[in-house]
C-alpha cells in the first residue's frame, strides 16, 4: 500500500478536488485514490510495470495536486529569507532551491522548492501542507512592503521522470533546452501555451517539472504524449512514484518527515543554509549543528528476505529498539527489500547490522547508503 495515501480501494466517486486531468487519464485506463482531499491517478498498468518504465525509459505523471504561492515586493528577499531555511538572497533569476518552512524548534512545518522569477518568488507546496503554510505565510503581509497570492491555478505541474526525460522535453518545447542544473528553470511554449520547465529529479533520474495554467493543462498533457511516443513515454500513477521516490531515498511529508523531527534529522542537506542571518527555527538548528550530533537520522535499511515491514515497525539492535520503519518496499529495480527509517545516534553508520521487527517476527536488516537507486 502506498503509504502516502489516505483511501486504499480505487475510486471514481467525487472527492474535494480533483484534477482537470481526471476525464483524459481515466480515458487511458488510470485508476484513482484519494491522496489527502484529491482524487489522483494511482496507476495506469501494474505500478511495476510503470515503475520499470521510467527506470528504462521515460514516464509522465500528474502532479496538479500540488500548490504554490507567489511572493513580491521591495521586501520580498527579506520575508521569505526569514521564514525559510535555506538563503533566498543567494538565489539569482533562473535558480531554484529545495527549504523547508520550520517551527520556532525548529522541527518541520513542511518542505518547499523556491524559484526566482526576476521580480517575484514562486514557492512550490507540497499538497499535503500547502494550505497549512499558505495560512501561515498569507498574514505576515501586512507587515511590510511584500504582497503573498495563491497561484495554484496559474501553476498545475506535471512532471515527465526518467533517463529519457531531456529527449521528449527538447521534442515538446518551443525553444532549445538549456543545460540545467536541479532545481534551475526557464520559460518555453509547449502546445501553444507558455510553460515553466524545472529541472527535477523526482525519480532518482533525471526529470522535469512542468508548469502550466490550469487551463492549458489537457493540451500539454496530450501533447507531451504524443510527441513522447518516440521515446516510449509512459503514463504513471502514484503508486509507481511511491516506489520510485524509496528507491531514490527521497521522504514524504507526513509518512517519513512531519513537525515531531528537527530539520537535521532529515538528511536533506540542500534544505539548509549553515551562514543566513536569521529565520525562524535557526536557534535550534545552530543548537544541534554546534552540540557535533543529532539523536536520530533518516537512513536506509537493506532488509534480508521477502517479508515487507509495515509503517511504525521496530528496528532493534540486541533486543533494543534503535529505531522506526517509515516507509518500506520490495524495490523493482534492485530486486529486494528496502525501507526508510528513523535511526538513533550511534546507529546509522552504513552497514550496521540491525533487526526489524515484524508481527513478532524479527528479520535481519543493515543500514544502507542512500540513495539506494543511483542513476548510470
Known amino acids: 500500500m ?8 480505487d475510486t471514481v466517486e467525487p472527492a474535494a478536488n480533483q484534477s482537470d486531468l481526471f476525464e483524459a487519464q481515466r480515458a487511458l485506463g488510470a485508476s484513482f485514490k484519494l491522496y489527502g482531499n484529491w482524487l489522483m491517478a494511482s496507476r495506469f498498468q501494474e505500478p511495476t510495470n510503470e515503475h520499470l518504465a521510467v527506470r528504462q525509459s521515460v514516464g509522465l505523471i500528474d502532479l496538479s495536486n500540488y500548490g504554490s504561492m507567489k511572493i513580491w515586493g521591495s521586501e520580498a528577499v527579506q520575508f521569505l529569507n526569514g521564514l525559510v531555511s535555506n538563503d533566498v538572497k543567494t ?29 517575484e518568488f514562486l514557492v512550490i507546496n507540497d499538497p499535503q501542507t500547502h494550505e497549512k503554510v499558505f495560512k501561515y505565510v498569507s ?33 515538446v518545447c518551443f525553444e532549445p533546452v538549456p543545460e540545467l542544473l536541479e532545481n534551475d528553470w526557464f520559460s518555453t511554449l509547449i502546445a501553444g501555451h507558455k510553460a515553466t520547465l524545472v529541472r527535477s529529479s523526482r525519480s532518482g533520474d533525471r526529470g522535469f517539472d512542468v508548469l502550466v495554467p490550469k487551463e492549458a493543462l489537457n493540451d500539454v498533457w496530450d501533447f507531451i504524449l504524443l510527441k513522447g511516443r518516440f521515446h516510449s513515454v509512459v503514463p504513471f500513477g502514484f503508486d509507481a512514484l511511491e516506489s520510485l521516490r524509496i528507491e531514490a531515498g527521497t521522504p514524504v511529508y507526513g509518512v517519513d518527515l512531519d513537525e515531531t523531527n528537527m530539520l537535521l534529522e532529515s538528511g536533506l542537506d540542500d534544505v539548509v543554509s549553515f551562514n543566513k542571518g536569521c529565520y525562524t527555527g535557526q536557534e535550534a538548528v545552530a543548537m544541534a549543528t554546534y552540540r557535533g550530533h543529532i539523536s536520530k537520522k533518516l537512513s536506509g535499511l537493506n532488509v534480508i528476505g521477502d517479508v515487507v515491514p509495515d509503517h511504525g515497525d521496530a ?18 529495480s534492485l530486486g529486494s527489500v528496502i525501507a526508510l527509517a528513523h535511526i538513533k545516534y550511534g546507529f546509522f553508520e552504513i552497514g550496521n547490522e ?3 521487527v515484524n508481527k513478532g517476527e524479527r528479520f535481519q536488516a543493515s543500514i544502507a547508503e542512500l540513495p539506494f537507486y543511483k542513476s548510470t
Open 315 to 332: 528496528v532493534e539492535k540486541d533486543g533494543k529498539e534503535i529505531g522506526t520503519i517509515t516507509s518500506s518496499l520490495r524495490s523493482p
Open 91 to 119: 538565489l539569482a533569476p533562473g535558480k531554484g532551491m529545495h527549504a523547508a518552512f520550520l517551527t520556532g524548534h525548529g522541527k518541520i512545518r513542511a518542505l518547499c522548492r523556491v524559484l526566482n522569477l526576476g521580480n
Open 139 to 171: 498574514p505576515f503581509s501586512h507587515a511590510g512592503d511584500f504582497k503573498v497570492e495563491a497561484t495554484s491555478d496559474s501553476y498545475r505541474m506535471i512532471s515527465v521522470q526518467g533517463l529519457k526525460a531531456h529527449l521528449v522535453m527538447k521534442e
Open 354 to 356: 540491525v533487526q526489524v
Open 2 to 9: 502506498s503509504t502516502n495515501e489516505r483511501t486504499a480501494v
